[in-house]
């Protein structure tokens, strides 16, 4: 979640629990896009995407599919962190040479590259945490908090949130009490919810994220 506070973003960690399958990684890197664009790191979204996938397809091969697995993201800067935990301490990671990652596939190698060597396992009693980090510039510029888009925006989140979600998640409290917190969880749900349909109407989410991207710079100056 995002609070804003005196005009800034205090980026709160952000948690996701998921089954470790090949057609999850997709998913995972788009929401792992639409946060980091919210957090205003749209600068670090393909080197957090490239760790991601691999930290994932790492548990997929090594661990199995259809493994339970949690993705954490956790801004202390100057460092994006990014962990993937599942049930299986035993399945560690190893960093392999050139020669067999061209064998075996990339593996670690790309997240040790992509990370500068900022990488490591955590064992808890049954589980194991792999964990990265990215050296990124977070400061945040204050952000508008009105305008003719920002009030379509949360007229859009007030009444997605009346709506019930086939999750069963609830808009605590109601539209009219929505927090930035909660309004900003609604966001992704409307954004991803989107992207599905554009999916399934047979157009490239990430070509739209790209275009909805150049129109809000074009519209606020420059890169957030």
Known sequence: MAIYVSGRAAREP????FTAHPKEVAQLRQMLRLRLILWGLRDHVDAAQICVSELVTNVIQHVGEGTPATLRMELNEPHLRLEVEDPDPRALPTLLAASDVLES??????VDTVTDHRWGVILH??????WCELTVDASAACRPTSGPRITRAMAILELYGSWPLPRGR???GGASLLSMAVAEEAAIEVMADVLHWLRAHG???DDVLDRAQTHFEAENGGPV
């Open 14 to 17: 952000w948690r996701h629990e």
């Open 105 to 110: 596939g990339r593996g670690m190698a790309l």
């Open 125 to 130: 009693g049954k589980t194991k945490v792999v």
């Open 170 to 172: 609830d808009m605590a």
């Open 203 to 205: 157009h490239d989410p």
